[in-house]
């Protein structure tokens, strides 16, 4: 259950500041703590956690280690969760480009984290179709119009991803003519 394990995260933590807070312990720790609080949606809690993670691991480990990354793609997706994909992407890139550099362009790793990127694209992409046609049904032309070209471009960055899976993916989800077979 969620409240024994958080006990155990939180106890982990303690032994591992005890080591130092720049050990390895203590920050998987953190980050663990955090990947918990975030699946029982606590993300005011769980968003410090991370960034106080990132922070020890960018210092103690340097910026390009892998295990950096993770920590970054998970702040990611805590942003995700919360609909706030303006902050998700850019950790999301940073991620991607961590894991390429440490990890190489074949690394399993790096897959997750571009089809994490990818996924958020495509709930961006449908979320300005949505809205555009929201839009475009009460009659307000120019915006609707906008709006599509916003589509488009985040279309286009799509159907761009370096992840063969989401070039593959790109027409099922978005249809071929690569704006859900709305239009």
């Not at 106890?11 to 303690?14: D, G, L, W």
């Not at 362009?105 to 790096?110: G, I, K, N, R």
């Not at 475009?136 to 120019?142: I, Q, S």
């Given at each position: 259950d969620f409240e024994n394990a958080r006990r155990h995260y939180k106890?982990?933590?303690?032994l591992g500041r005890r080591m130092g807070e720049e050990s390895w312990l203590f920050v998987v720790s953190l980050n663990d703590l955090a990947e918990l609080l975030r699946a029982q949606g606590k993300y005011d809690e769980a968003?410090?956690?991370y960034k106080?993670?990132?922070?020890?691991?960018?210092?103690?480990?340097?910026?390009d280690h892998p295990e950096l990354a993770k920590?970054?793609?998970?702040?990611?997706?805590?942003?995700?969760?919360q609909g706030k994909y303006d902050e998700a992407e850019p950790l999301y890139k940073r991620a991607?480009?961590?894991?390429?550099?440490?990890l190489g362009?074949?690394?399993?790793?790096?897959a997750g984290r571009l089809n994490d990127l990818a996924a958020l694209l495509v709930v961006v992409v449908r979320?300005?179709?949505?809205?555009?046609?929201?839009?475009?049904?009460?009659?307000?032309?120019?915006?609707?119009?906008?709006?599509?070209?916003?589509?488009d471009c985040h279309r286009r960055a799509f159907a761009r991803s370096r992840a063969p899976c989401s070039r593959d993916l790109a027409p099922k989800l978005l249809g071929a003519d690569g704006y859900g077979g709305k239009l």
């Open positions: 106890r982990a933590c303690e968003e410090p956690l106080r993670a990132i922070a020890i691991g960018e210092a103690s480990l340097g910026p920590w970054i793609n998970n702040l990611g997706l805590l942003f995700s969760d991607i480009a961590i894991s390429e550099a440490s362009p074949d690394h399993l790793d790096l979320k300005i179709i949505a809205a555009t046609f929201t839009v475009f049904d009460a009659g307000r032309l120019p915006e609707s119009q906008e709006a599509l070209r916003t589509c």
